[in-house]
């Protein structure tokens, strides 16, 4: 391990009880924050503190902290998941930071996701795109041998690209239209590359750009916000690929 | 109470087909007729409530997080086991259940285990067919690499994340049925307590997380997949929120609790550097294919690594293990690691680290396969210690990864309360005292997509079961019950946090019940555990309300619940009187420091009954049959 230093921090912090509460921010002091501690560690510290004091600690997901579940996830001076590319917040060490900064902490912003208390959001318009068509409809047993169909290495690798998403929201989060369109992309091009998910691969990509419209989420404006946020680094060409088997299922499928 | 594994008669290999013929069935169109809870949503909830709606049954799935796809089987880097033989190196059914029951120091049951190794195949066919994108050779075939306790290659992989490709699959099987209306699904929910009526489970008691309303569920059966019980030692490379409540809520109603003693030490984790620290992060077992485990032979020997040249480097995994080398077992890599660091040879600030060095595998493959084979893995050791091991060796140590024992099961799956099936991590039954790399993730999809939805028909089947609704008076006392123990929590208002005492807890247990353990530090443990028990129940201080989202509340509830099962391990770890797999009692060793079993007097599982509060629980002794294999001391030499 390198030798850890402590810092001083100025946190400011979005406090709401609830979905109808209006919210405001709240400034909190941190210090002597290790900088090979992790972001989350840091709250864990100001949340102890705030907690021997009497006071309410800040609420904010999270789970594995290994950068896997996609549980965690908060904007970090106007960037979800904060400075560092690739990097979920559990992730995110504050040996990036220095003594002195002042942190602006906010929950995910997007009119499909109302906010729960604090820096925790409602994500489960994301559960409800899967559950529209997210899938490939193979019930358990009777499947075939896993070596009946081969899959060039490439597509399998191009599919796992896409498979990495660990659906945190923070694509929403960071486009100025709160669109999922990366998230569904990703899920369209994971199963849509392999042979096992083509059968249902115009419904699939028809289904859930309908269910995406109907949640409240935006339509893709090219920004490329969500690429540069997203901390699995999936590229927008997902996107592509999904304006593709949406055009190609509207045109020449049956499913319509 | 006496235990009946319930193993099916016949040879070994035939038992779990035969089995499958003499369950009574459900019928198709009276599936719908009955309900199901299932508690968890990982590899094992997950593929049970997928599996049993695509049945025809009702299921209600619970979680604690706020999505089913974010149970910490999403974390399981390295592989799946499974004995497809594809590599034709010597693979087969057998040899995976003879692997695995050696693994596991021989404490597992022989017809578990043959039956996880016989399903093992079936599992990649499924993933294959749900769209799990496994590592691929150039022809398109799948692709295999090797773990410890085999000399096969036999696991398969997506990454470094396989367990999130495999969760994936699950929860996408998943959304297909709470998309179709099969699976109700509760999210932000915590089990408090296990509702028996007429000695069958019938239903669950829980907390939605969000509003702090306490709910009553009433189903025909409950399946509980709610994980290990690792965090009783708080820093982990468990997830935040994994905890033992539903199980130990289950054990206080009359669920026994086998081999909590029984956990296992991952050998490859980044080691601990402050004690600000809330977890501990694995480094794929994966990487001892081709990482080189090695502390410098001079304890005084403080030069940089790269400094440091082969002769005066002791590579003791290769020495002492020629056959095995660096993939010898876990609990086997974890004690020689700890053995290394208590001679003074450890490495890094703490001392208390060892090196695995990459420098010969870069220098033979080239740094590109590395970097195909471990990108992620090698990306997240840098991140979290900014040093870069394609140049440095990385350090690593041991730390908390898997819990063998749990809530006892029969052949079927069901726990001693009728009606309770209990799988994946939760239970105890296919690992023995140690589990193998790549096993957790066969067992868990195993149980789920492929046990549970046989074996639970024939409990239906063979049952009249009372009509009971969520208004039985059993529910409504259990609320209130649960009421009253959150009222208690919040009333105390004393003077330290949840965690710190859950920190305190699992020092003492790291320190007196991990790695190497003997009586005397157990039994004062014990003593301590109990002191802080009470200590906790007088001065816990947790802010906010009831109905509310309150995470500290949460957490108190489940450190409360750590506090009382600390003990149990305890007391397991004291009664069994030898060393085996994970659980090494140093008065217990070959002159080798390896594990001495006594199978005269141990070779069986160690159950536990509740039986009141500061009382110690009753034990239950289950027999071990091994009619197939012999037992012998483990050599991985």
């Not at chain 2, 003879?98 to 120091?105: A, H």
């Not at chain 2, 109603?253 to 601990?272: D, E, K, L, S, Y």
């Not at chain 2, 074996?455 to 239906?460: E, K, R």
Request: proline residues 4%; glycine residues 8%; aromatic residues 8%.
């Amino acid at each position: 391990m390198t030798t850890a230093k402590t810092i001083n921090l100025n946190l400011k912090v979005w406090r709401q009880n609830g979905p109808k509460d209006k919210g405001r921010f709240e400034e909190y002091r941190a210090s002597d924050i290790s900088t090979d501690s992790s972001f989350l560690e840091m709250l864990d510290v100001v949340n102890e503190k705030l907690t021997i004091e009497g006071k309410e600690p800040i609420a904010f997901d999270h789970d594995c902290r290994e950068g896997i579940c996609g549980m965690c996830g908060t904007v970090i001076n106007g960037r979800p998941h904060g400075p560092e590319k690739g990097t979920t917040l559990c992730q995110l060490h504050m040996r990036h930071f220095s003594d002195g900064d002042t942190i602006a902490i906010e929950p995910w912003r997007a009119r499909a996701f109302k906010v729960i208390k604090d820096l925790v959001v409602d994500r489960s318009p994301l559960d409800k795109l899967i559950q529209t068509a997210g899938y490939i409809s193979a019930n358990a047993g009777g499947c075939p041998d896993g070596n009946a169909v081969p899959i060039p290495q490439e597509i399998a690798e191009k599919s796992m690209d896409a498979a990495a998403c660990i659906g945190c929201g923070a694509c929403v989060a960071s486009c100025p239209n709160a669109s999922a369109m990366l998230f569904v992309g990703a899920k369209v091009s994971h199963l849509g590359l392999l042979p096992q998910g083509k059968p249902e691969a115009a419904m699939r990509a028809i289904s859930m750009v309908r269910e995406m419209d109907r949640l409240g989420f935006g339509n893709c404006g090219n920004e490329r916000e969500c690429e540069a946020e997203c901390p699995k680094e999936i590229s927008i060409t997902n996107i592509a690929r999904l304006n593709r088997e949406f055009f190609k299922a509207s045109f020449f499928s049956s499913v319509m | 109470m006496q235990l009946d594994a319930k193993i099916p008669g016949g040879p070994l290999q035939d038992k779990w087909d035969r089995h499958r013929f003499e369950l009574k069935l459900v019928n198709p169109a009276n599936k719908r007729k009955y309900d199901i809870i299932v508690v968890g949503t990982g590899l094992a909830g997950g593929s049970a409530a997928a599996t049993l709606a695509e049945l025809g049954y009702n299921v209600k799935n619970f979680c604690i997080q706020d999505s089913p796809r974010r149970a910490h089987s999403i974390a399981a880097q390295g592989g799946i086991n499974a004995a497809k033989n594809y590599q034709n190196d010597g693979d087969s059914v057998w040899r995976l259940f003879y692997d695995t029951v050696k693994g596991g120091d021989f404490r597992a049951r022989e017809a578990n285990v043959h039956r996880l190794a016989q399903e093992s195949t079936n599992i990649i066919d499924q993933c294959v067919a749900q769209g799990v994108p496994f590592a691929r050779d150039y022809g398109g075939l799948l692709s295999n690499r090797s773990f410890g306790g085999a000399q096969v290659s036999r696991t398969f992989y997506a990454r470094g994340q396989t367990g999130q490709q495999l969760l994936l699959g699950a929860y996408s099987a998943l959304s297909r049925q709470i998309g179709a209306g099969k699976v109700k699904m509760y999210p932000r929910r915590e089990m408090l307590d296990l509702v028996i009526v007429n000695g069958k489970a019938r239903g669950i008691i829980v907390r939605d997380l969000v509003t702090g309303k306490i709910e009553s569920h009433s189903a025909h059966a409950v399946v509980l997949a709610t994980g290990g019980y690792g965090n009783v030692f708080f820093l982990s490379t468990n997830a935040m929120a994994s905890n033992v409540t539903a199980a130990y809520r289950a054990y206080k109603r009359g669920a026994v609790f086998a081999n909590p003693c029984f956990t296992q030490i991952h050998p490859t984790c980044i080691p601990v550097h402050g004690d600000y620290q809330s977890k501990l992060t694995l480094m794929s077992e994966s990487l001892r294919n081709d990482g080189r485990v090695w502390v410098p032979k001079d304890p005084k020997d403080k030069r940089a690594p790269a400094d440091i040249p082969d002769s005066d480097r002791d590579y003791y995994l290769e020495r002492k293990y020629p056959s095995f080398g660096n993939l010898v077992p876990r609990d086997v890599a974890s004690r020689n690691a700890k053995e290394q660091c208590d001679a003074g040879k450890g490495v890094g600030d703490t001392q208390l680290a060892v090196y695995l060095d990459f420098a010969d595998a870069i220098r033979r493959d080239g740094k590109d396969l590395i970097k195909s084979k471990y990108g992620n893995l090698f990306q997240m050791y840098e991140k979290i210690t900014d040093q870069n091991p394609y140049e440095t060796p990385m350090m690593i140590y041991p730390a908390v990864h898997y819990t063998m024992g749990g809530l006892w099961v029969d052949y079927n799956l069901m726990s001693s309360v009728e009606g309770l099936f209990v799988l994946g991590e939760a239970n105890f039954s296919d690992h023995g005292a140690n589990r193998l790399g790549a096993s957790a993730l066969m067992q868990g999809l195993a149980d789920g997509y492929f046990v549970i939805p046989y074996t639970i028909g024939g409990y239906l089947a063979g049952e009249s079961l009372d009509e009971v609704t969520d208004q039985h008076p059993a529910f409504t006392d259990h609320t209130k019950q649960a009421q009253e123990r959150i009222d208690k929590l919040l009333s105390i208002k004393g003077k330290r946090t949840a965690d710190d005492f859950h920190r305190e807890l699992g020092g003492l247990m790291w320190d007196n019940c991990g790695m190497a353990r003997n009586d005397k530090d157990l039994a004062m443990a014990k003593e301590k555990i109990r002191a802080l028990k009470a200590e906790f129940w007088e001065n816990v201080l947790i802010p906010g309300a009831d109905k509310d989202f309150n995470q500290s509340l949460e957490r108190a509830g489940r450190v409360a619940d750590f506090l009382e099962f600390a003990e149990i391990m305890i007391t397991d770890a004291l009664a069994r009187r030898e060393s085996c797999g994970g659980h090494f009692n140093d008065a217990f060793q070959t002159e080798e420091n390896e594990a001495l079993r006594d199978d005269e007097n141990f070779c069986h599982v160690s159950a536990w009954e509740y039986k009141g509060d500061d009382q110690d629980p009753e034990f239950i002794k289950e027999p071990l049959v091994f009619e197939n294999v012999k037992l012998t001391q483990r050599s991985y030499k």
